[in-house]
């Protein structure tokens, strides 16, 4: 198993799984076996999840550390 690194904002790729294509989500928790947060593309974009780290493909960027926070 790959480790990832991941941080609060960072942006992966997960990978195609049944009817999902390859999409871009948000991370905001990482744990040891998933990540939470939104998806940013496809047909679950906004939707919350929980996917697990199996499913990243790859890092597709990087926070920059200056979040305002989510409330």
Request: aromatic residues 8%.
């Amino acid at each position: 198993m790959t480790d990832w690194h991941l941080k609060e904002d960072d942006v992966v790729v997960l990978r195609p799984l049944d009817d999902i294509p390859e999409h871009l989500f948000q991370v905001w928790e990482v744990f040891d076996d998933c990540i939470t947060g939104y998806s940013l593309t496809g047909p679950l974009e906004g939707v919350y999840g929980e996917p697990g780290l199996e499913l990243i493909l790859r890092v597709h960027s990087r926070s920059t550390g200056d979040t305002q926070g989510r409330g």
